[in-house]
């Protein structure tokens, strides 16, 4: 008897097109709880999109989105009314967090704002509930007490993304997304970054990274996914993508890397 | 609860305006003597100002003074501002077309007036080729624009036409008898020519169909001639000329010394100087205070109207749906390709055309308050399309909704970003406020007027009035200021607070 898990989010022949572009041609990757991907790929493979995808940022043509328990299934989603697609995406959005290159976090507002404005808005929270919880959220990514009444302005790029991510998990998500995290960085401010998303993992939080960062990608992964031209081109163990990359263009990919 | 109660019976005694024993009367009183105007101390006064108030005693009437610039005399009877003008307004067939006279209470003629100096005139043929100012809508424009080859300048206020005629600026002034005399006649630099031309007969204008009222007025007016009163009035104005006894059928003679003319004649005469200048300011202060706080109080509420019409614009025309998006874009384009003015205008004399009559406080404000409004959109449009797409984006993958995303982030960024521009569109407005002078309302520069016409010193007044909308302006401008700094969180340097002057610290 085999056992086969429920994968925690799985995406079922994605398809997306800008204009007449197509951008994703049929994607298909499923990840179980507890797991951290790294989506890898050249500029322009469609792995942001895909990623934008997951949480509705972008709508996408055709295919099966399901996490965690919401499905939907984006045929002919064009000319479903636009109430339609928000309520479903709102549902998704629900479970999913997201952490942008430019962190995005409110500049009008100081970083502990940042982290209550989302649960008190959107789920109703108490003031001092959603303050409790965002100064517990902020110690855990680093940030202390001093930096609760900052303003995003006045901290490092490091420890704005750091507040990024406590601000999405306020929102206590299933799935992380992060989209190329560290690129906007200071190489000497990425490791305070991708050390909180490995503490994350240690706790079993499920994580999907787009990400031009291999060291990390090969240290932290359980798997990577190599993307190219709107496909999915490889799946592999974090080490033998890099020592033995089954595909052709991987190997070109990554040789610009090691 | 029992002085509350006294107020609210007097609002609906005043809100119920149209109730008898009150006669609501018109005039301009801006460099109007001898005809209804301020005296030096303020106070009105004039020949037809002891009339109307004669005629009203008579029909046991309380006299209510209602100010209006003079071109909105008549359209302001349409919108039941008050009862009557009385403004030596001539009765013609074409202006008895559009109002009720009375029979006429004054009987003139039109005096030419030109520079000292100047070989005589005596027909209206010699002055072809030459500038001639008059006023709007007076038997003295009729009568020049029957000449071919005049041109006839319209002023609003008659001193400024003898001023220009004095200064060279124009030939002459042709005006009613009355104004020559009491405008032209002291002055120096200016003489009478020519013989009278035509013969004007002053009416007391009145709404159309309202008989009843000319009924009672022109039996008062009649009491008011036979008792001798009209007589003595005109006597002591000096406006008692063998031309009105004959058509009022009164002796020829003046029954009382001309003693209202010496004085305003001596009171125009006497040089002022710097401290009796002052000294007259100083006299004004009420007129000033009450015009500075309309000034303020329209421009404030002008603003807040704009304010909220020009961000529900802006919402309408960056999110909304097409239709939506049209329409606002529409009214943005229709209110700024258009003058203020006209729009005031329309606001407050075209819309009782089709029932809407709206107080000229509310006329002014809303004309201000929805011309402003198209500007604030576009100062709101810019700013919420200056807050980068990321700002939604967080917001939505944190789960807002759309219009939770807008209220709660990208509003209250974009907030900033519009408080310098908004500032400077107030200021603007505080100065443009000065066109509700046109819709009866006493702002400053209806104050300007009425002191600079008062004390003949336009420099003096201009400065004073300049300076007051200066220092209203300030405190506004330095309030914004200290708003903009105070939400400048996301340019703000570690430890640094915001501060009402941004001095650079010192060292102790």
């Known amino acids: 008897m085999v056992f086969m898990p429920v994968p925690l989010l799985s995406v079922l022949n994605l398809h997306k097109r800008f204009d007449e572009n197509p951008i994703l041609k049929g994607v298909s990757l499923d990840v179980e709880a507890g797991d951290l991907v790294s989506i890898i790929g050249p500029s322009g493979c469609g792995k942001s999109t895909m990623l934008r995808c997951l949480n509705f940022l972008e709508i996408p043509d055709a295919g099966r989105i399901s996490i965690a328990g919401v499905t939907i299934d984006c045929q002919g989603l064009e000319d479903a009314p636009p109430k339609d697609i928000q309520t479903r995406a709102h549902e998704l959005r629900q479970r999913v967090g997201m952490v942008f290159q430019q962190f995005n976090l409110f500049p009008h507002r100081t970083v502990l704002e940042n982290t209550m404005l989302a649960p008190m808005i959107v789920h109703g929270a108490k003031r001092e509930e959603a303050e409790a919880n965002g100064r517990r959220l902020l110690e855990k990514v680093g940030l202390g007490s001093e930096f609760a009444h900052r303003y995003p302005a006045q901290m490092s790029g490091g420890q704005q993304q750091r507040a990024a991510i406590a601000r999405a998990l306020a929102m206590n998500p299933k799935v992380m997304l992060y989209d190329e995290p560290t690129s906007a960085l200071d190489p000497e401010l990425v490791d305070e970054v991708l050390k909180v998303m490995k503490d994350l993992d240690a706790e079993g939080m499920t994580q999907i990274v787009v990400t031009h960062e291999m060291r990390f990608a090969r240290d932290a992964s359980d798997y990577i996914v190599f993307m190219e031209g709107g496909h999915i081109v490889e799946i592999s163990d974090e080490d033998e993508i890099f020592t033995h990359p089954k595909d052709e263009r991987t190997r070109q990919f990554l040789r610009r890397f090691i | ?508």
Request: glycine share 8%; charged share 20%; with cysteine.
């Open chain 2, 1 to 508: 609860m029992r002085r509350l109660a006294v107020f609210l019976s007097l609002l609906l005694a005043f809100g119920a305006q149209a109730a008898d024993p009150v006669l609501r009367w018109a005039a301009d009183p801006d460099s109007n003597a001898p005809f209804a105007f301020f005296d030096p101390s303020n106070k009105l006064t004039g020949f037809e100002y002891e009339i109307i108030t004669a005629i009203a005693r008579r029909m046991n009437r309380t006299p209510k003074f209602v100010q209006n610039d003079w071109d909105g005399l008549i359209p302001g009877l349409g919108r039941d501002l008050y009862d009557v003008v009385i403004c030596g307004i001539e009765i013609t067939p074409e202006k008895a077309g559009e109002v009720l006279f009375s029979n006429p209470y004054y009987v003139t003629f039109e005096q030419l007036v030109v520079r000292k100096g100047t070989p005589p005139i005596t027909s209206l043929d010699e002055l072809k080729g030459k500038q001639i100012g008059t006023l709007d809508q007076t038997a003295a424009l009729d009568m020049l624009e029957k000449i071919p080859g005049v041109e006839a300048k319209t002023y609003d206020e008659e001193v400024n036409a003898y001023q220009d005629t004095a200064n060279g600026r124009i030939f002459g002034v042709l005006l009613d008898y009355p104004i020559a005399k009491y405008y032209a006649a002291p002055n120096p630099n200016l003489q009478f020519t020519g013989p009278p031309f035509g013969q004007i007969s002053y009416g007391i204008a009145l709404r159309k169909g309202n008989t009843a009222l000319q009924k009672e007025m022109n039996s008062a007016l009649a009491e008011v001639i036979a008792s001798g009163e009209m007589r003595d009035i005109l006597s002591r104005w000096g406006l008692w000329t063998p031309l009105v006894a004959g058509a009022l059928g009164q002796p020829e003679d003046p029954s009382l010394p001309d003693t209202e003319y010496k004085a305003f004649v001596a009171g125009h005469a006497e040089q002022a100087t710097c401290w009796t200048r002052m000294q007259r300011y100083a006299g004004y202060w009420p007129l000033l205070l009450r015009a500075a706080l309309l000034t303020l109080e329209v421009s404030i509420v002008g603003m807040i109207l704009a304010v909220s019409v020009g961000f529900t614009l802006a919402i309408m025309r960056v999110f909304g749906p097409w239709p939506l998006r049209w329409l606002a874009m529409l009214y943005i384009e229709i209110i700024r390709g258009t003058p203020l003015l006209i729009q005031l205008y329309i606001i407050f004399y075209g819309l009782p055309a089709v029932g809407i009559k709206l107080s000229p406080f509310i006329a002014g404000v809303l004309g201000l308050g929805l011309n402003y409004a198209a500007y604030e959109a576009e100062n709101y449009r810019a700013g919420l399309l200056a807050i980068p797409r990321g700002q939604m984006e967080a917001a939505r993958a944190l789960g807002m909704t759309h219009r939770q995303g807008l209220f709660h982030i990208v509003i209250p960024q974009s907030f900033r970003l519009v408080l310098p521009p908004v500032t400077n569109d107030f200021i603007s407005l505080l100065k443009d406020s000065s066109l509700v002078s046109m819709v009866t309302l006493l702002d400053l520069t209806g104050a300007y007027n009425r002191i600079a016409t008062q004390t003949f010193d336009y420099f003096g007044t201009g400065l004073l009035i300049a300076a007051i909308y200066l220092l209203i302006g300030l405190p506004f401008v330095r309030l914004a200021r200290y708003t903009e700094e105070k939400l400048a969180v996301d340019q703000r340097k570690p430890g640094q607070k915001p501060g009402l002057f941004n001095l650079p610290k010192r060292r102790k």
